[in-house]
């Protein structure tokens, strides 16, 4: 008997930058196999941005690159990447074409509709409908999104609350055409030798094993909003008497405007002494985040807006108290007062409090410590996450 042949999947994501996105587009292009053959295609990351050329590589999946698309708007070279991917849609001939993220969302589906390709789904892994434009500028959007919307057979939500802002609160469509699928990883290597990374992330750093490591990982741009760890970072240098370190992993546009406001908070760093005692560390980008994790004894995110933060998932998987925003898909699996504190994302007041009740609370961190990572490794696999991908295409092609 003739083997069936594979259905065809083009996907396209905006840029494989470090993050949930990335991991995502590269598992399932590797592991829907054989049953799927996929196409992956992506845009190009910014020069402030890691690179993430090591999760394809390592699963050996090689990209088609669209050099023309970009993160940011520009009318000429979004035309030409939407000239492109219709060539590789015509050549190519998918059954799916699943795309990721804004930019590619909008150019994908647009060439995709243009070529009369049979499924057409697209995933939000957060969204750009508050705290990132003009107002001006976010009804546009909203209006593109719309339109595109209604002429997509499917929309994949990352979250319950993501579900309810789209759907409910932004109108982009019916609840009953956005499914609900959440990220999927690879956690093992946060749940694994933990003491041994501990003890080199340390001493990498010199810090002393008497001080608590305050971490927060992510790009260093506006909506990830640093001044408010900053903030809370000072107001714990003047009103408690622990030892501690704060830790910023990662590196963007802010750098700079960061570091100077961290001089106004008369915080101390050393970006040439890696060994220093100050209170703050900033360590550019980083790929061995279960190291990270691993010497940190809390991780914070004090972003405005968010889908679902793979920093926030590692960190949890990790079994390492949380303090952060209430924003996006957080709440799904950070529980307040069990696992970590949620704040609201403009409640700076509250934020510093709970981080100093963090710092000196040494039973508290240990009880939000021994939340059961194994939840958080099963809700968040990678091996769910093709499973319930899988499950959607076929009803789809349906």
């Known amino acids: 008997m003739e083997n069936k042949k594979p259905i065809r999947v083009l996907r396209i994501i905006n840029r494989l930058n470090l993050g949930g996105p990335t991991y995502n587009a590269a598992f399932l292009t590797k592991y829907l196999a054989p049953e799927y053959e996929t196409k992956l295609i992506a845009g190009m990351k910014d020069a402030s941005e890691a690179g993430s050329e090591f999760i394809t590589q390592n699963l050996g999946i090689e990209p088609t690159y669209v050099q023309d698309m970009h993160r940011s708007i520009h009318p000429i070279k979004d035309f030409k990447s939407f000239l492109e991917i219709r060539k590789i849609i015509k050549e190519f001939k998918p059954q799916i074409v699943h795309t990721h993220a804004a930019k590619a969302g909008a150019i994908g589906r647009l060439a995709a509709l243009s070529c009369g390709v049979p499924v057409i789904l697209h995933t939000f892994h957060g969204h750009i409908f508050h705290s990132y434009f003009s107002s001006l500028s976010t009804k546009v959007f909203l209006f593109i999104e719309r339109y595109l919307a209604k002429r997509t057979s499917g929309i994949v939500v990352i979250s319950k609350i993501q579900q309810k802002e789209l759907c409910d609160d932004y109108k982009i469509c019916e609840k009953s055409r956005a499914h609900i699928i959440p990220l999927g990883f690879d956690l093992t290597k946060y749940t694994t030798d933990q003491d041994i990374k501990r003890q080199a992330f340390r001493a990498e750093f010199g810090i002393r094993e008497d001080e608590i490591v305050i971490s927060i990982i992510g790009r260093l741009v506006p909506i990830k909003n640093h001044s408010m760890f900053l903030e809370a970072i000072a107001y714990l240098q003047s009103n408690s008497n622990r030892k ?44 061995d985040i279960d190291y990270v994790n691993a010497g940190s004894d809390i ?87 093709v499973s319930d991908m899988r499950a959607l295409y076929k009803m789809l092609l349906n």
Request: glycine share 8%; with cysteine; net charge negative.
């Open 299 to 385: 991780i914070c995110l004090t972003s405005f807006n968010e889908g679902t933060p793979v920093s926030l998932i590692e960190a949890a998987a990790a079994g390492k108290p949380i303090l952060t925003t209430n924003v996006g898909g957080i709440a799904d699996f950070i529980e307040d007062g069990k696992n970590g504190f949620l704040v609201e994302s403009r409640d700076l007041i509250n934020f510093q409090e709970k981080l100093k009740t963090l710092v000196e609370n040494d039973s508290l961190r240990n009880q939000f410590s021994t939340t059961n990572s194994q939840k958080i490794v099963s809700l968040f696999s990678y091996q769910r996450l």
């Open 244 to 287: 501690f370190r704060a830790m910023i992993i990662g590196d963007g546009e802010d750098r700079e405007q960061i570091e100077a406001q961290a001089k106004a908070l008369g915080l101390g760093f050393d970006n040439e002494n890696l060994q220093h005692t100050h209170a703050i560390t900033f360590t550019s980008w980083r790929k």
